[in-house]
């Protein structure tokens, strides 16, 4: 059995009975895991075949025709919890998944970049925001989908921000502001309520969480 | 012009001036980012453009005939620091690169599975041991090469360990024991310094660093 994502659309393929059928699934799931290859990138061929590769241990989908194993692994989110006096930024989601629902500015890490620089430049990009990182601050797995978030506290150098082509809006929300019911992922609140009760007392080690699929229990 | 990496052989293609070359470089070089696909993924096209898409600003390989966009993105290498009575355990690679140097158990972390996890599995898998992790500890961006280290302090449960099929040997070290110049990677060396150092004082905060590769100058 195989299953395809297309953002919100849920594909399960079984080509055993020959049956599939499709359906639109909540968006965090629809986010899991990688686009399967159909054909084979290096040499084109439509063999593949998802099987364990001689010396592994994991399914993986290999090529029949020239034997090219394609590798998928998780992607890292990374991001900032961006402050200015106290008060914490945060952008509305102009895109799905979570359209109009807020969130701290954070995006796949790029290659050739560090995971400082991505973070200032998912910044830069969702919120028109420049900021000073003050220190790594969550590290959340979300093995259901696939991604490892990391978040860093920071603190804006100016109140000169605009929302980004992926914003609605960028606003900064004191504590007892937070639009906790129109947050747009559970590791956003999650590192918010982290932050808040760590404003006590001054202190704030690196959180590392697990988040699983709310169906699967088990949230870490 | 066209980077490709195959281990040890970095190939460089210009098709402007139909001109092309290859050569062996250094292992940490030729690990650097992901294989190039010369197929689209989806439909098996040849037509692949290296182009920033619209709405993008990062060069992608996009199918000029269907238009998919194959992204790639950091790799997680996760894997653990493991303690026995003071003494730590290493394992001494039987696999390229850096084969016969002595490293931390780790590896790519896989998909559907946490840091923990991976961590865990990689441990069992490269010194055949058991163990408890006790905190998240290095966390170390490698832009040249397009990966992010994640390494746990862990406690060894007992001394039933034995090498995996990538390992030649896993063995514990003392403090002054420690092969130095015998080391896989950077990020191990780093990793065991900051280790013992923090040994003085009982405190093993997490350490977030950055490694650029050395030709290019600033070590984080």
Redesign the interface.
């Given at each position: 059995m195989r299953l395809y994502q297309n953002r919100t659309m849920l594909v399960v393929c079984c080509p055993a009975i020959g049956y599939f059928f499709h359906a639109h699934v909540p968006e965090e799931t629809a986010l899991m895991?990688?686009?399967e290859?159909?054909?084979?990138?290096?040499?084109?061929?439509?063999q593949i075949v998802n099987r364990i590769p001689d010396?592994d241990?994991?399914l993986r989908d290999v090529c029949g025709a020239c034997g090219h194993i394609?590798?998928?692994?998780?992607?890292?989110v990374v991001g900032a919890l961006p402050i200015w006096e106290e008060k914490i930024l945060l952008c509305k989601r102009a895109i799905e998944p979570r359209y109009g629902k807020w969130t701290l500015p954070a995006g796949?890490?790029?290659?050739?970049?560090?995971?400082?620089?991505g973070a200032l430049r998912e910044t830069l990009?969702e919120a028109g925001a420049r900021i000073v990182l003050t220190?790594?601050y969550t590290?959340i797995?979300l093995?259901?989908i696939?991604q490892?978030y990391?978040l860093y506290r920071a603190n804006l150098s100016d109140l000169d921000f605009a929302p980004g082509?992926e914003s609605l809006q960028a606003r900064l929300f004191a504590a007892d502001e937070i639009p906790w019911d129109e947050l747009a992922f559970r590791t956003i609140s999650l590192t918010l309520k982290h932050y808040l009760a760590d404003c006590a007392s001054g202190a704030f080690?690196?959180r590392?969480e697990?988040l699983r699929h709310p169906a699967r229990g088990v949230a870490?």
């Open positions: 895991s990688h686009i290859p159909r054909f084979c990138s290096q040499c084109g061929s439509d010396g241990d994991h394609h590798y998928f692994n998780p992607k890292i796949f890490m790029e290659e050739q970049e560090t995971l400082e620089e990009e220190g790594l590290v797995s093995p259901d696939s490892v990391m082509r080690p690196v590392n697990i870490g």
